[in-house]
């Protein structure tokens, strides 16, 4: 499991010296549990977007840019816009995530992937399905 993950991880990012695969792009895992579980992973090295600053007059309402997740969510909300009848299908939920950055300020962003299909940012009015925070992951 995890260590079938830690391994493909270090091919991607071509640091496993004598055990290198030449040419490493994606890594595929999988796992059959006792009781028929199964689990496939699909790995891809991450390109990570260029983020681009803003001015703005007050910057304590864009904390959340200050967050190298902010590409993830940025990525969410694209793929929201361009299937959103069939992720809205699929997930029927409202996701909030409450994470903390390297300088300790804390972000909050909401994925709607039930009913409007958006990704929403700082506090929501409406209540969420699932919660993910920093102790989630942890």
Not at 18 to 47: D, E, F, I, S, W
Not at 57 to 83: A, G, M, N, P, Y
Request: net charge positive; hydrophobic share 35%.
């Amino acid at each position: 499991g995890l260590a079938q993950c830690y391994e493909l991880c270090k091919q991607l990012r071509n640091e496993c010296d004598k055990r290198q695969v030449t040419n490493a792009k994606v890594g595929l895992q999988h796992n059959l549990g006792l009781g028929g579980a199964c689990v496939v992973g699909l790995y891809k090295k991450y390109k990570p977007m260029q983020l681009q600053q803003t001015s703005m007059t007050d910057s304590s309402h864009c904390i959340e840019s200050s967050f190298q997740s902010e590409v993830v969510f940025k990525e969410i909300e694209r793929r929201l816009k361009e299937e959103k009848a069939t992720l809205i299908k699929k997930f029927k939920a409202i996701f909030s995530f409450e994470l903390a950055g390297a300088d300790g300020k804390k972000g909050v962003w909401f994925v709607d992937a039930k009913k409007d299909g958006v990704v929403l940012r700082g506090q929501s009015s409406g209540k969420c399905d699932n919660g993910f925070d920093r102790n989630s992951f942890f």
